[in-house]
């Protein structure tokens, strides 16, 4: 029987999520920034038992990037189980170039939902991506029937393997999240998101019938004079380019919002490609000194065998004039 200190399973792993809502299967396929990936980790070990699907978001009051974890934990998991090389929509498809494995996940209550403890709340979106995103978590935190795709790869089908014999035999840790600790520190809270709701029409019996049409009057409207007809039609220009111009100044708002997030995103992304382009850097100085060191070897060992060979031929010459002796 295997133990949580024999599993030490810790994988994260690029994930698409699916769930059911209005007898619908629903996607969620594109966090914000759509750069990033969505993930999976998994951790069974002498320390935590638990799997987080942790979705980058951007939110309003926060300067930078942030993500909302979906924690389930195995003592809310009523079965799971998975499925190698399942039939997969061209949503999942486009996604991942090599063959998936499909989590599924059966819940006796609702996941937990984190996020850092600096958002606010209730949480708001920063860009139309991070609305999409928060619509469908209004659904998944709301769902007990969950599934996730991820990369098949021999190791993670061995440590599912066993996980799922664990869950099955109850051998898992319940602990206390140490929330205090997470988002850098900065420390992660609970919340939680109403299921959108949908307002069905009323019946035909419950509708009232229309009010009657008001009276009609053969007698026509007095005529405005010519200035006054003027003075509305400014007027209502006025409040059209009114409306214009503040609408044009919300929209300029919302792009130098989403410039400002997107020079963030490519400065990252600079920082990111500067240290992976030293890394590379480092390696081929660090390989060159190891050649290097190898090729003195070489010469080293040549001379040494060289000197060997003179040794061992002066020997043998001498054996054979002492034996002609």
Do not use: C
């Not at 698409?16 to 759509?34: I, K, Q």
């Not at 399942?86 to 209550?109: A, Q």
């Not at 990369?151 to 999240?177: C, M, P, W, Y």
């Not at 090729?295 to 001498?318: M, Q, S």
């Amino acid at each position: 029987m295997a133990t949580l200190a024999s599993l030490d399973v810790n994988i994260t792993s690029t994930a698409v999520v699916s769930w059911r809502w209005n007898d619908t299967t629903r996607f969620l396929v594109e966090p914000d920034p759509a750069i990033r990936d969505i993930t999976l980790t998994t951790r069974f070990d002498k320390n935590d038992t638990l799997f987080d699907l942790t979705i980058p978001i951007r939110l309003k009051g926060l300067k930078t990037g942030t993500t909302l974890i979906i924690r389930v934990l195995p003592s809310s998991i009523s079965s799971f189980d998975f499925i190698e090389n399942p039939t997969v929509p061209s949503v999942v498809r486009d996604k991942f170039i090599s063959s998936t494995l499909l989590l599924e996940f059966r819940l006796n209550s609702l996941p937990k939902l984190l996020v850092s403890s600096e958002a606010e709340e209730p949480i708001s979106p920063l860009r139309a991506q991070s609305g999409t995103v928060i619509d469908a978590l209004r659904e998944l935190a709301n769902v007990t029937t969950v599934s996730v795709y991820i990369k098949n790869e021999a190791t993670s089908k061995t440590h599912f393997r066993q996980i799922r014999q664990s869950i099955s035999e109850g051998l898992f840790l319940v602990i206390q999240d140490d929330l205090a600790s997470m988002y850098h520190g900065t420390g992660a809270k609970i919340i939680t998101l109403p299921a959108p709701v949908q307002e069905l029409p009323p019946s035909y019996d419950q509708t009232e019938p229309p009010p009657p049409a008001p009276p009609f009057y053969d007698r026509k409207r007095p005529r405005k004079d010519s200035r006054e007809e003027r003075d509305d039609d400014i007027a209502m220009i006025w409040a059209h380019l009114n409306m214009t111009s503040l609408r044009h100044s919300a929209e300029m708002n919302a792009l130098k919002e989403e410039n400002k997030d997107l020079k963030q995103e490519i400065h990252e992304l600079k920082e990111r490609l500067a240290k992976y382009e030293k890394g590379q850097l480092d390696l081929g100085e660090e390989f060159e000194a190891e050649a290097a060191k190898t090729a003195e070897k070489i010469v080293e060992l040549g001379d040494l065998t060289d000197v060997k060979f003179l040794e061992v031929r002066d020997e043998g010459k001498f054996i054979l004039r002492y034996a002609a002796r």
